[in-house]
Structure formats: structure tokens, C-alpha cells
């Protein structure tokens, strides 16, 4: 059975492939080219898709015209970590446009079931990762498919912390060095705006040292 | 209050937006540039808003990478009203996606009211332009907004046949000339496709002649 994943090429939706890869053979990676600033996230995941030697399907989306978010207008600026303004970051509908397209070109292929990778930490600042979101989509889409159709939206990690999703990924030889996490876009990483916050948060709780370039020099 | 309409320039949204000028003053309507090969119609909606003197805001939406139907891929033809291959000429989730888009600018701009056309004639192919859908959906935005929201999706038309529709649009003074419907995107219309069927059988069963021109002689 044909299984769909959208892949932003960041650690959670990375180690989320490399989970399904143990036991799903055909794997859809789908990712969203949505004019973000961080666009060196899609040419990762192109290459993690190649290099777990699963399909890649890049499906293109204009927010510009939607506007509001620093995460796609180069004109704001993106919050520091220490800002506490994350909630600015948040582009409206930003999961359900992107789990809405996954979804359309699944159904051209024949694939019912759509594998996300929220996390815990996401809970707070983005309605949008929580599991009721998800069970009225996943309903939403049943309704709306041309056909009957019972879709299926997996989010496995849903209960698990960003440091969590780590301890798993360091025991499944997850190329955290290939993933990119920074919202600035920036290679090395910038290590200051919120997401490279979690990041480092995340390996550090596992006593363990994130693989990645950063601009500063990070602690152990 | 300020609500917002999704005006693609047909017929059932123009005249759903001429009954609301009646009851609200700040209306604005939109309209989705989705590659459609009736583009026209984009035109129209524009000149339209302007004749009804609300806001237009126009989101692009590119559904080519997704693919599947003739409505956006000039090499599958559009099926004739008498081939009986409607459900071809759906795009997954189109309604869905224009919905969640339409939101997503609607938050920006403080608007939780938001208006659609979908008529009783659409029911039997289109499975996203019955009222459960719609009650998922407004129940999906409400939990997928960036703040606590409820949205509301309105419907007034969901119950009336497209004949009933022209019946009220000509008490309201439709400029149904100004309207565009035609799948072949022409003009003059094709009076073949089935949405050009559907339009003159309305207009037909209301006693009243079609003030659009059409490529063939329409009988009265």
C-alpha cells in the first residue's frame, strides 16, 4: 500500500521518513514550495527523499498574496527566540492548505493515507498541530473527496517532544546534518530565531551534538 | 461587520453577491486565479466587483503540479454536458482549497464571515458543495486558526436549483451578460460543455432568453 509523507526536509518530518521506511516499501514524499524564506529546506528535502530512496513530489503554493507572516514576506522581520512572539511566525491555514494539496495529489495517485509529522512542542503556538485539528480534517476530506473516500492522516509523533523525536532518530542514523531547521533561511544556521532554539534544545536534552553548521559557536 | 464572498464570476456567485449588497456594506469578494482554462472568468469577477462596488482580492492557487483535470490541463478535453463524464472535470478538493485560501486572507483581515455559492444542482457530482462538508469544514477552521475563531461559512443557495437562482438574480438585476460560465473558457460561449448546459436550461426554464452570446443559435 502507497503511503503519502509530507516532507518539509526539517528533523521532525525527516525522522518521521526514516521511521516509515522500516516498514512501507512505496513512499510519497511531498513537499510545499510556499515562497518561504527558508527555501534551502526544499533542496534538503529533495535529498533526503533521494537519499531514502523514496518518490518526491514538490507541489507549488503562492501565501505571497495571503501575506502576514515573516516566514514568507521578506519585509518582516523574523523573531528571535527570546522575542516570545512565535505566534507571529504562523501563516493562516498554513498545514491545512499544505495537508489539503497533499491530499489532492494523493488522490490522483490512488493513496488514501497522509503521514505528518507534528510534535508536542508545537501544541502551544500552532492550533493547527493538535490531534482534534487533524480528526475534523481528516473528516472534512472524507467529505470533500470526489468519491467516498476514508482519508487518513497519521501523525505519530503528535505525543512525542522534539527531544524525543531525536533519541529516535540518532538510533535510526537520521543525516541530521542534511535537515534544515533555521526559519532565517540561513546555512549555517543562525541559531538564534525560535526553531534553531528547539533544535539545539532538543539534541542538548539528549546530550548529544546537533551535526549542523551554525553562524555562533554553540555549547555543549 | 465585514464579510467576504468567493466570487468566481459565474453565475451563482454574482447573484448571491447582488443579494448581499442589499444587507452589508463592507463586502469583500475573492477570487481564485487557479490556472483555469476559463480564465475569463477572472476578468469578469473583477468587473463585476467593481460594478457592485466591493473590494476584490484575487489569491493565486497553481494546481497544475497536482493535475488530473481538463478545468486546468489543456491536453485533456473538456467532456461534452451529453458525454455524462461531469465527475471528470472535478479538481481534488478544489472547493476545500479555495475555501481554506479565502479564510487564510479572511483572518488577516479580521473577516470571519464567508460567503459561497454552491447550488442544489451541484449535489449529485460535486461531494464538496453539500452542506456536511461545509459544516466539517467551518468546524476544521475553527480549530485550525491561529487564535480561537469560529468561522463561519455561509451558504444560502445550497437548497435552490440554478433555475431558482436566475429567477432571483433577475428580480435583483444580475448583469448576467457580465457573467461568465462557459468550461471551454469562450466567448462566445460554447453552449456545449456541461456548464454552459446547465446555464441556458435555467435560464430556459424561467421563461427568460440568456443575455449571454453564444457560438450557436440558442433556441428560445
Known amino acids: 500500500m502507497k503511503i503519502a509523507i509530507l516532507l518539509s526536509g526539517g528533523m521532525d518530518s525527516t525522522t518521521l521518513l526514516w521511521s516509515l521506511r522500516a516498514h512501507h516499501t512505496e513512499i510519497c ?8 524564506r527558508h527555501r534551502v529546506e526544499l533542496e534538503c528535502a529533495a535529498a533526503l527523499a533521494q537519499q531514502a530512496g ?27 527566540a527570546t522575542d516570545g512572539q512565535q505566534v507571529n511566525t504562523v501563516v493562516p491555514f498554513r498545514n491545512m492548505l499544505f495537508v ?9 495517485q490512488g ?9 508536542k512542542d508545537d501544541y502551544s503556538a500552532y492550533r493547527d498541530c493538535r490531534r482534534p485539528f487533524y480528526d475534523s480534517l481528516e473528516q472534512s476530506l472524507g467529505l470533500g473527496a ?3 473516500t ?9 505525543e512525542m517532544w ?3 523525536v531525536v ?21 549555517p544556521a543562525c541559531a538564534r530565531c525560535d526553531a534553531c532554539a528547539e533544535r539545539l534544545e532538543a539534541f542538548k536534552e539528549n546530550g548529544a551534538r546537533d551535526p549542523l553548521e551554525y553562524e555562533i559557536e554553540i555549547d555543549d
Do not use: W
Not at 489539503?100 to 490522483?108: C, F, G, I, K, S
Not at 493513496?111 to 510534535?119: K, N, S, T
Open 150 to 158: 476514508a482519508f487518513k492522516l497519521h501523525t505519530p509523533f503528535i
Open 167 to 187: 533519541a529516535l532518530g540518532q538510533k535510526l542514523a537520521v543525516p541530521y546534518a542534511q535537515t534544515h531547521t533555521c526559519y532565517e533561511g540561513m546555512r
Open 29 to 36: 514524499a511531498v513537499s510545499i514550495d510556499y515562497g518561504q
Open 54 to 80: 523514496v518518490a518526491h513530489k514538490v507541489i507549488a503554493l503562492d501565501l505571497s498574496t495571503i501575506g502576514g507572516s515573516p516566514l514568507i514576506d521578506p519585509n518582516l522581520a523574523v523573531p528571535r
Open 162 to 164: 522534539k527531544t524525543e
Open 100 to 108: 489539503t494539496l497533499a491530499a489532492a495529489y494523493a488522490e490522483t
Open 146 to 148: 470526489t468519491r467516498e
Open 111 to 119: 493513496i488514501r493515507d497522509l503521514y505528518l509529522a507534528p510534535v
